[in-house]
């Protein structure tokens, strides 16, 4: 069985990259006519290396200085690396930057091709052997081959042929390699329009595969294109597979809509973000610090765009240094837990760090405080429960699919990781419409519970007559939740608790009671005696607010307080009955209407010994309750009661 794995190369330009390629492979990778007449590679090149059991996409990237950011384009996708330095020239600036990404990206193999070893004497090959064994000593390729060659003569060509072999080996059987069977995804590197055929994009295939046939997105965008048609190194194919090199003819989508920094992938894999959350290492080598809110230049995948750093929980990151950081991005990326990045500064553009996605679609960290900094730790576990954890607690109120553990967590999820969090009590089903169910992390749920603990505290303090509050208007601070019902769920969990109390007037914190003076608490009294004694011919607010002699201001949220206490209930916006005679208009109604068959207004107004103005609202609030109903000119029962 073959397998295919992408090869990149790096180096300082004119160190022999292309020649050595054109030596093992018979192609020359510089297609473009300046390339040609100048002799340097401006664009990437491609070609294909058969070496025993694997197919190895080759990527030529520039090695001049002003064509990094293609290097970093073509970076994106290699399983392993070929570091290549001149005999007669040694070390240079863009060895050391080209390495720094290769460091960056964490490959795991490769190997080092020492070229032009015709023009170059022994004595001299061994001191630059010396000075790239001391370069590479605290990288992936400190223990690598080195094979001295030569594109010319042939030299060492079979030598570093069996030492890519080796290398192979080991990157095939490496993490990154083991991404065939997940959702298929490719960043294109180049893009243009082919006569009779279309759109036509490159890359490297990083995970998964597509055929023909296949309807896919292109993001960001979320533009939903067919594939057409595949080429894998200029010959036709059905499918395309992870570790090969795609030309993907693309049907619904003119090339002027695609650019390189897009990405090809299955249909609701990858999300759109202008916000990430991330791990990032300051290279030792970086000519300055990191300063929060500072401006860099973000490679990833083969994209470059400009983001803001807004370190968490420092100012400041030292060359050397590491942590946590949020990019807020000028344009949306796409991106998936743990791909590796490069930021290079604004100006002058130099690589100054590197690192690894933690939070692909993030939500803007207000506070850096508990849980925050454990939860980012553990998505950078090589545990995958504390891993899916974390992701569905940086979620909040997003529900994640198993796709979406793939892209959150890099987690291929059968159902078992979510089952198994349910079981531990990390996520919690809450209940909505429609027999559905959302789950939450506990620690989210905590802290909206706490958010909402701290509205109603403030409410409380602002009115401290009342003791709920009226759902509707807590629940417009909390529209960021996405839904009322999600409110709901979480209001109800927290009545459970006996955290909230809850009323048919709103919620309130369990544990507040109204702060009233000693004339409060007399007038209190008297107000709700007013109502008693007024029987079924109940004054209004503002009439029992008019009668007080001493804190009038005060009546209005007493009458409120009575009635949340149980002792008042509200018929209408203007008139309130004691409890006591709300219980005495059910018996009486519901006599009369027994003995009646049904009862009248009028007939209602003689039984209660009150007027007109009274007795319409009594009707009205039995009917909404649902006590009584109303069939023609009488009222009936809404229900008979029952026989016991």
């Known amino acids: 069985m073959t397998t ?36 340097i590679t401006i664009e990437l090149g491609f070609a294909e290396l058969v070496l025993d059991e694997f197919r190895l996409g080759i990527v030529d990237v520039p090695g001049h200085e002003k064509f990094v950011r293609q290097m970093l ?69 400190k223990d690598a081959p080195l094979v001295r060659t030569s594109s010319h003569t042939g030299q060492g060509l079979d030598e570093l042929c069996s030492a890519l072999t080796a290398a192979a080996r080991v990157a095939a059987a490496s993490e990154r390699a083991n991404r065939r069977n997940g959702p298929f995804r490719m960043a294109v590197d180049r893009v243009f329009s082919m006569e009779g055929h279309g759109t036509v994009v490159t890359g490297s295939v990083s995970s998964g595969s597509a055929k023909v046939g296949d309807v896919v997105k292109l993001e960001p965008g979320e533009l939903e294109v067919r594939i057409r048609g595949i080429q894998n190194h200029d010959r036709p194919a059905d499918v395309i597979a992870r570790g090969q090199r795609a030309a993907i003819n693309l049907a619904g989508v003119h090339h002027d809509q695609i650019q390189r920094g897009h990405e090809v992938a299955s249909a609701g894999y990858l999300q759109p973000s202008k916000l990430v959350t991330a791990h990032v290492n300051v290279l030792p080598s970086a000519p300055r610090p990191i300063k929060n809110r500072s401006k860099v230049r973000l490679h990833i995948g083969t994209a470059e765009v400009i ?7 420092t100012e400041r990151l030292e060359p050397g240094q590491s942590g946590f950081v949020q990019l807020f991005l000028s344009e949306p990326i796409v991106a998936t837990w743990n791909q590796p990045f490069v930021l290079r500064s604004e100006s002058p ?99 909206f519970g706490n958010r909402m603990i701290a509205a109603l505290d403030r409410l409380h303090e602002a009115q401290p007559l009342s003791t709920v509050f009226d759902k509707s208007s807590v629940a417009s601070q909390f529209e960021y939740l996405g839904h009322q019902n999600v409110f709901d769920a979480i209001v109800a969990l927290l009545e459970k608790k006996k955290t909230l109390r809850s009323t048919a007037k709103g919620i309130g914190l369990a544990d ?45 949220n007493l009458v409120k307080l009575a009635a949340s206490d149980g002792d008042l209930v509200e018929v209408s916006a203007d008139y309130y009955l004691h409890a006591d005679l709300e219980r005495e208009l059910k018996e009486l109604m519901q006599t009369a209407i027994l003995e009646r068959g049904g009862i009248s207004v009028g007939e209602i107004r003689e039984l209660l010994q009150t007027s007109r103005k009274y007795a319409v609202p009594f009707c009205e609030y039995l009917d909404k309750i649902g006590f009584t109903k109303r069939d023609g000119d009488v009222r009936i029962l809404n229900s008979l009661p029952s026989a016991s």
């Not at 004119?14 to 040609?36: Q, V, Y």
């Not at 983001?307 to 929980?313: F, K, P």
């Not at 089903?429 to 789950?439: A, D, R, S, T, Y």
């Open 307 to 313: 983001a803001t750093a807004a370190l968490l929980g």
């Open 512 to 556: 507040r009671a109204p702060k009233l003076s000693k004339n409060e608490r007399e007038l209190l009294t008297q107000i709700i005696e007013t109502f008693r004694t007024a029987r079924f011919q109940p004054p209004t607010v503002k009439e029992v607010q008019a009668k007080a002699t001493k804190n009038q201001a005060s009546v209005p």
């Open 349 to 447: 553009v130099e690589t100054i760090a590197g690192g690894r996605i933690l939070v692909p679609a993030a939500n803007k960290i207000k506070k850096y405080d508990s849980p925050v900094p454990k939860m980012l730790e553990k998505l950078r576990s090589g545990d995958a429960l504390e891993r899916a954890s974390a992701a569905y607690y940086f979620a909040g109120v997003q529900q994640l699919d198993s796709q979406s553990l793939v892209r959150t967590a890099g987690i291929q999820d059968d159902g078992q990781t979510f089952q198994t969090l349910v079981e531990q009590g990390v996520l919690v089903p809450l209940n909505l419409p429609g027999q559905k169910k959302l789950h939450l992390h506990q620690d989210v749920l905590d802290e």
């Open 4 to 39: 295919d794995l992408i090869l990149g190369t790096a180096g300082h330009i004119d160190h022999g990259k292309t020649s050595l390629i054109r030596a093992l492979t018979g192609t020359n990778t510089d297609r473009l006519p300046e390339e040609k007449k100048r002799g």
């Open 73 to 141: 384009a073509g970076a994106t996708g290699m399983d392993l690396a070929m570091l290549v330095v001149a005999a007669d020239d040694s070390v240079k600036q863009q060895t050391i930057e080209h390495l720094d990404v290769l460091r960056i990206l964490d490959l795991p193999a490769g190997v080092i091709a020492m070229t032009k070893c015709d023009v170059a004497d022994q004595d001299w090959m061994d001191l630059v052997e010396d000075e790239i064994r001391e370069l590479v000593q605290d990288t992936f390729l």
